[in-house]
């Protein structure tokens, strides 16, 4: 029988951004929190993480934009019986600092990331180097993979790029079909504008270095997935404090 698994969304913290930072040319001016999302794959061999968050504390080096923990990285894993170190792979959507800062506390995990991420992430444009943890992405026994790769049995990732040079989506069989972690810094709204509000019927992302690609992900995205799961989907905080 083929392997599925189970998707579960862990908020760690929230950040508080201005739509145009997720939509492209659209919601300017309308500010909001985000989550702070990792993705727990259950059913492998070993715990698997997609993306890990990060400690709000050290945001601030980042973007000075407000940003809040609900929970440690080590009480939402205690929550599901896990310490740091039982995680056996961490999968990194990409490397910007909300997506990954926990990672240094997964010692025995396989960290896979694309190539071409992890190149940029080591020497980052200018106009992006804010956003990266350089010594991290150059110290760190990353592993690198390029293109679109079957990792494990039902566990496929494809390189999209668009919001970064390497981004890429994480696609998941579970026994509600196929899920898939987007893998870019975006909202439902990306996948589902809103009538009357966007100017095209999806939406790339607000931050990207290609905004054509990172439209292209999103159509692919629609396509491919059964359940579409954005990083920061901001119904994943609803009922949250
Ligand atoms: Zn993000």
Redesign the pocket.
Known sequence: MERSYEVKPIVLGKIWRDGGALHYLTFYGQQGWLPVTMWYIKGADMPILVDTGGPAKEFPKYNPMPAEDIISFEKALAAEGLRPEDIGLVICTHL?Y??VLNIRKCINARMVVQKAELDFAQCPHPLFAHLYDTTMAKELPFETVEGDVELLAGIKLHHFGGHTPGSQAVAVRTHQGQAVISGM?TTQKNFDPPKGVAHTPLLACGIHVDPIQSYEAIVKIKSMADIILP??DTRLLEGMK
């Open positions: 910007h909300d997506h810094c990083n920061h």
